[in-house]
């Protein structure tokens, strides 16, 4: 199974501010990641899938960079709604496997 | 606009078996191509693939699960459902139906959840 680790688990930031996570996996995944946003409450949202391309409504200022084992989701001029958990998917075995990283929180400084 | 709607109980005794069904409206669960699948995500935790399930019936089921796990779609009722026996305290989670933007072999993330539905294992 190929794990897939995110850091830091907490981020404290300002709105405005620009964040960056990271999600590691254990072997080469090629760009076979998707990132995830969650809000308390709520269901996940696809924000961004094949590292980089951007889901359907999502704003310009989430973007995803990486390849084989090393992921980054950046986050520029950090908004109120972006304060929410974050996670990574892996999908380089698809259809037989995904797996999630444990998640990021980005919370309010 | 496609939108899933999970249902079930939300109370299942330990060493049951919990089924839920997932129903689909604003689009056809038979439309060429498509699967469906299960994520779950214990209290105060992260998100956990349970498997996928074509309208075929094909599935691939995570690892851990294989041996509990049965997933399977209603084409005449546009549902799909999902099926965990011997359940434990550690099966207790919010359980959400998904549909993975996928054709063929080609995967573009989960879309599509439903709100999600909580199960709790108790006696």
């Known amino acids: 199974e190929i794990v897939m680790t995110q850091s830091p688990a907490t981020l404290s930031v300002s709105p405005g501010e620009r964040v960056t996570l990271s999600c590691r996996a254990s072997q080469s995944i090629s760009s076979n990641i998707a990132w995830y946003q969650q809000k308390p409450g709520q269901a996940p949202r696809l924000l961004l899938y094949?590292?980089?391309t951007r889901a359907t409504g999502i704003p310009a200022r989430f973007s995803g960079s990486g390849s084989g084992a090393e992921f980054t989701l950046a986050i520029n001029n950090l908004q109120s709604e972006d304060f929410a958990v974050y996670y990574c998917?892996?999908?380089?075995?698809?259809?037989?496997?995904?797996?999630f990283g444990g998640g990021t929180k980005v919370e309010i400084k | 606009q496609l939108q899933l709607q999970e249902s079930g109980p939300g109370l299942v005794m330990p060493s049951e078996t919990v089924s839920l069904t997932c129903s689909v409206s604003?689009?056809?669960?038979?439309?060429?191509?498509?699967?469906w699948g299960w994520i779950r995500q214990p209290p105060g935790k992260g998100l956990e693939w349970i498997g996928t399930?074509?309208?075929?019936?094909?599935?691939y089921y995570n690892p851990s699960l294989r041996s509990r796990v049965t997933m399977s779609v209603d084409t005449s009722k546009n549902q799909f459902s999902l099926h965990l026996n011997s359940v434990t305290a550690a099966d207790t989670a919010v359980y959400y139906c998904?549909?993975?933007?996928?054709?063929?072999?080609?995967?573009?993330?989960?879309?599509?959840w439903g709100q999600g539905t909580t199960v709790t294992v108790s006696s």
């Open positions: 399930v074509y309208d075929s019936g094909g599935t």
């Open positions: 094949t590292a980089s």
């Open positions: 998904v549909r993975p933007a996928a054709v063929g072999s080609n995967y573009y993330g989960m879309d599509v």
């Open positions: 604003g689009g056809s669960i038979s439309r060429s191509s498509f699967c």
């Open positions: 998917q892996q999908y380089n075995d698809w259809p037989r496997g995904l797996t």
